[in-house]
């Protein structure tokens, strides 16, 4: 078949709306856009933000991803309204649309694309090159598969996104030897308490983030850990794997009487620690819930508080240092963004090349019953020569106008223009 070469099996946008790579949109907000105040109301971590999706669907958005991190709230679209979105996330939130408005970043295009490669590649990360980030990309992906919010268009996006991230993993330096923020936590932790070894540490959370600052906690000498969860079998679990202990949520109060650096990494609407449970301790406390874990102290409290804001204002100072390697990154970003934009021309031009291609078998086809009834004594193998010769006839001449639709997208009016000429040829509809 002439076909076979097409790649158009995943379109799904209608032939005669905007190109794909005009629909494809992000709306967001992000620790360079506004403060942890203000982030920690967008925060939709888990369910919230499935029931995130069903709010932005009922509202007409039905083609959208959320992602949602300590860092950032973004939400990608296809053909979407930026208004929707605001006024979706205003009501969810409680924020006033023109607050949002204020500290939102919108982006469409060639320029959505070009963000989210750089959100996948750890360049939008507070800890530069951070990989994080994957993980977190690729559960947003399977919630909005899974909901069905996910179109074809968003998919390759995302698809796209992943495969970059790893060709800026192994082509460049940028992720070697990179900061999470995980180590910067357990490291401004160290300054502050002034070590950690032979301190005792409660980690409050047995989450992707608890994981990884269990990780970086069990290489420090001499540490006494203790896990802390609402659910008890996920703090054993983590506990376990690196040698600590394990305690349930409601031994928190006891457990922050005998601890001396506590890392908070849960996720919970209200605060899980108040002043009246530190009972004038010097604790030393990371923060890395979005919302905050810790509520607002006394001015005259003794703890010291590492929050989010603290820590990537220390990865931003971290980042600095290695300028080289993201400006490999970025010229790789750049070839992949124009790799997008072409394949997305192609997949725009789909339809009507199925449509020609299905004119030329048509065609094709009343010829060779044509021929067949003129030569009835062919053997099969001289019909089959005939057959060949017909098709590689047909291929030849579509090549050249095949090429040339790839190679730029088509206006709206010429859409039209191809739509109503193949309507009128009677061999089906490029929208078929």
């Known amino acids: 078949m002439l076909t076979e070469d097409l790649r158009a099996e995943e379109f799904e946008a209608p032939f005669l709306n905007s190109s794909t790579l005009e629909s494809l949109s992000v709306l967001g907000v992000s620790f360079r856009t506004a403060g942890l105040e203000l982030r920690s109301h967008l925060n939709f971590p888990g369910e919230k933000a499935f029931q995130l999706l069903q709010s932005l669907s009922s509202a007409g958005l039905r083609q959208c991803l959320v992602l949602s991190t300590c860092n950032r709230t973004e939400i990608y679209a296809c053909g979407s309204d930026t208004e929707i979105v605001l006024n979706v996330l205003a ?33 939008e990360s507070a800890a530069l090159g951070e990989t994080e980030i994957l993980a977190q990309l690729k559960d947003s992906l399977r919630t909005a598969g899974e909901g069905g919010y996910l179109c074809g268009a968003l998919n390759l996006l995302f698809r796209r996104a992943l495969e970059v991230s790893k060709r800026v993993r192994t082509e460049t330096s940028l992720c070697k030897n990179a900061v999470s923020l995980a180590s910067m936590a357990v490291k401004q932790a160290t300054v502050v308490a002034g070590g950690l070894g032979g301190k005792r540490v409660a980690l409050l959370g047995a989450g992707a983030i608890a994981e990884r600052l269990a990780k970086e906690l069990s290489k ?7 896990v802390v ?96 390697a993201v400006e490999d990154a970025k010229r790789i970003l750049s070839a992949a963004v124009g790799e997008f934009a072409t394949e997305c021309r192609e997949r725009d031009v789909a339809p009507a090349i ?79």
């Not at 006891?254 to 506590?262: E, F, H, P």
């Not at 820590?311 to 100072?317: G, Q």
């Not at 065609?363 to 010769?389: F, T």
């Open 91 to 123: 009501l969810e939130s409680g924020i006033d649309k023109r607050t949002l408005r204020d500290h939102c970043y919108a982006l469409r295009g060639e320029e959505a694309t070009l963000h989210l490669f750089r959100v996948a590649c750890g360049l």
């Open 354 to 432: 199925k449509a020609l291609v299905r004119l030329g078998d048509h065609v094709r086809g009343q010829n060779m019953d044509w021929a067949s009834a003129q030569l009835k004594d062919l053997s099969d193998e001289q019909r089959k020569i005939v057959d060949d010769m017909s098709r590689r006839i047909v291929r030849g001449m579509l090549q050249g106008q095949i090429a040339a639709m790839k190679s730029q997208s088509l206006t709206r009016n010429e859409r039209a223009c191809l739509a109503a000429v193949y309507r009128n040829i009677g061999v089906g509809t490029v929208e078929d």
């Open 229 to 324: 969860n609402r659910t008890f079998s996920r703090a054993e679990a983590l506990a376990s794997e690196y040698g600590f202990e394990a305690a349930p949520l409601l031994d928190l109060t006891a457990l922050l009487r005998t601890s001396d650096v506590v890392f908070c990494a849960v996720s919970s609407e209200k605060p899980l620690i108040t002043q009246s449970m530190l009972e004038g301790r010097q604790l030393t406390i990371v923060d890395l819930g979005v919302p905050a874990v810790v509520a607002p102290l006394e001015p005259d409290h003794t703890c010291e508080i590492v929050d989010m804001e603290f820590l990537s204002s220390a990865c931003s100072a971290n980042a600095e240092l290695r300028t080289g």
């Open 220 to 226: 420090v000498a001499g540490v006494s850990c203790t």
